[in-house]
């Protein structure tokens, strides 16, 4: 039952990870694209690992898988708003309706 679960929460990551990456190819503008690539791989490393944890079982890989996805949660987001903090404060445009694509 664990391992069945352990793979539902893999998949689940997988899944983020490639609406992640479709939303990199799909969205029209700097911002719109770090938006989807750092909450989806945020949150699809997240899970993938959950589902790593579960299937290894307790045991220090477990403890050293824990403490990555906690690293990770911290640092993908705040890496994500610096990113878009200093195109902002560099003066790239948001991308408006009617404009073309960068």
């Known amino acids: 039952m664990l391992t069945i679960l352990a793979i539902i929460c893999i998949l689940i ?12 190819l ?15 791989d945020t949150l699809g490393e997240g899970m993938m690992l ?3 944890i579960l299937y290894e079982g307790m045991t220090l ?13 911290i640092s993908s987001p705040t890496a994500v708003h610096a990113l878009v ?3 902002y404060s560099r003066g790239v445009a948001p991308w408006k309706k009617g404009d073309e694509r960068q």
Do not use: E, N, Q
């Not at 490639?18 to 990199?24: D, E, I, K, N, T």
């Open 61 to 73: 890989i477990s403890v050293k898988l824990l403490l990555l996805a906690i690293f990770i949660f």
């Open 85 to 87: 903090h200093v195109a």
């Open 13 to 24: 990551g997988l899944f983020f990870m490639v609406v992640g990456a479709v939303g990199l």
């Open 50 to 52: 959950v589902g790593f």
């Open 26 to 40: 799909r969205f029209p503008d700097f911002y719109t694209r770090a938006h989807a690539s750092g909450k989806c």
